[in-house]
């Protein structure tokens, strides 16, 4: 089997947190990291710029751990504050969400789900 050194990069630190959260979203793969201090599993949906000027990621965050409310639920999450960032092995099925009420104001989006 020849080796794929764009699923590798995918999955490892070469490349950037945005990059992988991208595939993460097109690919509609979990994606683990560290929040806040706190791990979380996450179903990634949309990433984007803020209307104040941030990062941003919108998840359904399925396990972990979270400092606003119970799980699972949707969250938001400054990209630049996720640390260990990595995309799962498996496939999450997309849930109906309505972006226009469930997401913070967007100047920009990369992907979505």
């Not at 490892?12 to 979203?25: F, M």
């Not at 710029?49 to 990621?57: F, M, S, T």
């Not at 995309?87 to 109906?96: G, P, Q, V």
Request: glycine content about 8%; some cysteine; proline content about 5%.
């Amino acid at each position: 089997m020849p080796h794929d050194y764009e699923t590798e990069r995918r999955m490892t630190g070469e490349s950037t947190t945005g990059e992988r959260l991208v595939w993460a979203i097109l690919e509609h793969r979990p994606v683990t990291f560290f929040y806040h201090g706190l791990q979380r599993t996450v179903e990634p949906y949309l990433l984007g710029i803020h209307e104040a000027g941030e990062p941003l990621l919108m998840g359904y965050q399925t396990a972990g751990f979270s400092h606003s409310g119970e799980l699972p639920g949707w969250r938001t999450f400054i990209t630049t504050e996720i640390h260990q960032l990595e995309l799962t092995d498996s496939l999450f099925e997309c849930r109906k969400v309505d972006y226009g009420s469930a997401a913070q104001p967007m100047l920009e989006i990369f992907a979505r789900a």
